[in-house]
């Protein structure tokens, strides 16, 4: 799948959920259940609900029990967000598993997975920059240098699709070793967090 067909399903999702603009509203995914476009929807929302967790959390006056609850649910987005990742990573190693090495092939800096989640934050930030670029009640100066960054993060948007392009192209040809390390984050892991073991000791 091309980067550009990526674009399209996160502009999908992310103008999806902007007709209700609401956290807590039900995911209506439009692709066939499973599917590798379905994931990629899937991951997207995550990032989009997150993103207005992250809005929310930083208002002056939210109560702290509120503010509390909404860490919590951002630590579990955050952790949704690397497992969505870690299965379109799968998809990947299947895809590429019977390509035959090159003897000078190497190991990216990142996999194609963690690439694409760059693209669909990227995706979520150009929707709000134009946002901000076009708002009535910001002053016009305002407005002019967000119509910059807006620019700015569209150059970035081209070069990162046509960088996995590149990337899905080398590994598709041998040029370069898919290998993915998992994240293993430890903050919501029982075993691993030292304040969640302590206190089932206790």
């Known amino acids: 799948m091309k980067a550009k067909n990526l674009v399209l399903i996160f502009d999908k999702c992310v103008e999806d959920y902007h007709k209700l603009d609401i956290v807590n509203q039900e995911i209506i995914n439009p692709f066939e259940k499973n599917s590798f476009e379905a994931i990629l929807y899937r991951k997207c929302w995550i990032d989009t609900v997150q993103w207005h967790y992250e809005d929310i ?17 951002i630590d579990q987005s955050n952790q949704k967000r690397t497992n969505l990742v870690e299965v379109i990573d799968d998809y990947f190693i299947k895809k590429f598993k019977r390509v035959i090495l090159q003897k000078n092939a190497t190991i990216n800096t990142e996999s194609p997975a963690w690439a694409i989640d760059r693209l669909s934050i990227l995706v979520l930030k150009i929707y709000h920059m134009a946002e901000e670029s076009s708002r009535i009640s910001a002053s016009k100066d305002h407005r002019m240098k967000c119509s910059e960054k807006l620019l700015i993060l569209n150059e970035q948007k081209s070069d990162l699709c046509l960088a996995i392009d590149q990337l899905t192209k080398d590994l598709s040809e041998g040029r370069k070793i898919m290998k993915v390390y998992r994240q293993m984050k430890m903050y919501n892991d029982e075993d691993l967090n030292p304040i969640l073991y302590k206190k089932d000791k206790d």
């Open 57 to 73: 959390i930083r208002d002056d006056e939210i109560k702290p029990i509120e503010a509390l609850d909404l860490k919590r649910k």
